[in-house]
Structure formats: structure tokens, C-alpha cells
């Protein structure tokens, strides 16, 4: 691994740069209008009693360049936790400089310390260079599998059928 990449755990002094980071991210997924997200907010789901949630802050030359953020999730077949990363983002200028797959190698070694049965992530079909990125390394895509999302409206409608 390149000497001037540093990839360490974040900590709760982190989380103004974490947001930036997550802004930058939805910038880049033309998803901008989606982020509600506050440091308030993401200070108590990353670092309060509760969290599950983890973020790895990569520096090139001592500047934070990136971020991963992941969290366990399980496998019924596999009988194992697993690790799901939700998000991973590398400034554009310092993309090509192996930060990306520093970040991801840290998360392999991560996976292998805790006995995980996977490493997994989902990434948007029209992400060419991202899909590239991860299958260089490996990862094959599921194709035969979907992902549904309930959030907002729908995901209130369904909790308030319980109601009657």
C-alpha cells in the first residue's frame, strides 16, 4: 500500500467531515436533494449507545480524501455476520491513487478479524467506473437479486396497518 494513504477509524470529532463527505457523495449520485442528514443527527446513530454503524476516514498526505461506512449485517445461509458497506467515496482529484481500494482492503481485513461470512454493497447500474472498481477486486455482482426499499410514506403506511 502507497505510504502517503492512511485509512483510520472515525471518531466522534469526525462528524462534521463525515457529512461533508456524505454531501459530496449524494452531489456526485445526483442525489443531493435526499441528504437530511445532521452532525446532530449523525453523531447520535454513529457514535451514540446504540449505534451499529462504523466509518473508516481515508487521508492521502494527511488529508481526508474519503470514507467508508459500514455496519454488520447476517447471513441465514452462511449461519455469520457479514459486513454491508453502505457508502464509499473517494474525492474525485485523488481517485486512481489507490485510496478506494485501500478502504476496502482494511474492511476485507475487518471482515476476516470478526469471522465474517461476506463483504457486500450495492452500487447504482449507471456507476460504470464503480462497478469496474469493484469487480477488479473481485466482487461479483448479484444479479439475480433485487433491492427494495421502504422509506417515508410508504414505510408510515405499512407501520400504521398495525394500528387497525
Known amino acids: 500500500m502507497d505510504n502517503s494513504i492512511e485509512i483510520r477509524t472515525a471518531k466522534k470529532e469526525d462528524v462534521h467531515l463525515i457529512l461533508s463527505f456524505i454531501k459530496e457523495l449524494a452531489e456526485y449520485e445526483h442525489l443531493a436533494q435526499e441528504v437530511v442528514a445532521t452532525e446532530e443527527m449523525l453523531t447520535e446513530s454513529l457514535f451514540g449507545k446504540d449505534s451499529i454503524t462504523e466509518v473508516l476516514l481515508a487521508y492521502y ?3 481526508p480524501v474519503g470514507f467508508a461506512l459500514f455496519f454488520h449485517n447476517f447471513s441465514t445461509f452462511l449461519g455469520r455476520k457479514g459486513i454491508y458497506l453502505e457508502d464509499i467515496y473517494v474525492k474525485p482529484q485523488y481517485r486512481g491513487k489507490g485510496i478506494g481500494k485501500a478502504l476496502l482492503v482494511k474492511l476485507a481485513k475487518i471482515a476476516k478479524e470478526r469471522n465474517c ?7 447504482l447500474n449507471w456507476n460504470k467506473a464503480a462497478i469496474e472498481f469493484f469487480e477488479s477486486l ?6 439475480e437479486w433485487r433491492t427494495y426499499r421502504m422509506a417515508g410514506k410508504s414505510l408510515t403506511k405499512l407501520a400504521d396497518k398495525s394500528k387497525s
Open 61 to 63: 498526505n494527511n488529508k
Open 117 to 123: 461470512g461476506r463483504l457486500e454493497s450495492a452500487v
Open 138 to 143: 473481485g466482487a461479483i455482482p448479484m444479479d
